[in-house]
């Protein structure tokens, strides 16, 4: 991930909030009692997730004259990588979580620092193997100072060659 500046801005953490349907005033009011409490505005706890927006590479971005993932004939709008068995590009998002050490705030200025974790298999109930693999994103602030740790868990399944048999 080259995330190298993701602005944290009062408008967007409002807008996030909106977006999901949270409607704490910690989020958007800064006179409320519950931003006082929390001291001041802060953001949703998957606001990181926000962060891809600013990801040049970031396969979810609508890129012009290119088929955009979500539309077209294919189930993604984009065809399957030959090879990884299951016609899902990097698996299926199976978990995430948020590890905060700071609250997240307005006027922060993170960038992001990816490292892989933990890959594993497990057997399915339906038959086959499901791949496990962890991703953490450390957000960090403009002193290199950790504020949240994302943690991402995808599982890729294999091909069951008995099935649409």
């Not at 931003?35 to 802060?42: D, E, L, P, R, T």
């Not at 990181?48 to 590479?57: N, S």
């Not at 012009?64 to 899902?88: I, L, M």
């Amino acid at each position: 991930m080259a995330l190298e500046a993701f602005p944290v801005e009062a408008t967007h953490i409002m807008m996030f909030a909106r977006a999901i349907g949270d409607p704490n005033p910690a989020y958007s009011d800064p006179d409320s009692e519950e931003a006082k409490q929390a001291g001041g505005i802060v953001a949703p706890p998957t606001f990181p997730m926000a962060g891809m927006q600013f990801e040049p590479a970031n396969p979810f971005l609508p890129k012009p004259g290119e088929p955009w993932f979500g539309s077209g004939r294919e189930a993604t709008g984009t065809p399957p990588k030959e090879g990884d068995g299951s016609g899902v590009q990097g698996g299926l998002h199976a978990e995430q979580s948020f590890t905060y050490v700071k609250p997240l705030r307005p006027g922060m200025v993170l960038h992001a620092v990816r490292r892989e974790g933990e890959t594993w298999t497990k057997e399915s109930r339906r038959g086959g193997t499901l791949t496990f693999s962890e991703m953490f994103t450390d957000y960090l602030d403009e002193s290199d100072e950790l504020i949240v740790t994302a943690r991402m868990l995808s599982v890729i399944p294999s091909v069951n060659p008995t099935e649409g048999s």
